[in-house]
């Protein structure tokens, strides 16, 4: 049949790949779960969909993928949610939480629905657990959780943020260090 192996090219510059395809090849992918369609968690096995994923994102007790029809789903909770008949935009699983854009707007699964967290995607944003950090248009410093957007800065213009578990941290407009920690703004001068 003549194929071969996906030809990728590292960070380093070394081009791997390109080479026949062979037996191990074939038992490598049929070995793996999700090819198959099946997810393992906690020790059971869970068939999530007939056919093999066309792309899949995994993380903690969270499986998105999109299905060989398009559809946009996802493994959670021992459960399949049908999110999409549609792949989105882009897609992202970080920690516990799913990110994704449709149609330009940033948007999440979360507790068995989708929820629009803004109506542009952020330059910047990062996850932690299932906490989303991001800086809205005017630079404000925003927290996604459980359906809830928390404001953490009233300055506009924040060009950056480091988010932990539990606490986020950036660099206020006047050069003050600030820290959001449970709930509450403290400063560092």
Known sequence: LGLKTKLHTSESGITKGGLPFRVGHLYTILRNYLYRGLVLHKG?????DPFAPTSFQVGNGLVAYVTSSGAFRCFKDEHVWNIAD?????YWVRDSALVFTEQGRFKTFDNGAVQTIESVVPDHWEVSGNTIAYLDVSGVLMLYRNGV???VSTEVGLRSFNLYPGAVSYVSNSGTSKV?????LYEHY
């Open 149 to 151: 957007r928390t404001k």
């Open 180 to 184: 959001w920690w449970r709930g509450k």
């Open 86 to 90: 549609f792949a989105p935009d882009q």
């Open 44 to 48: 059971q096995v869970f068939d999530v």
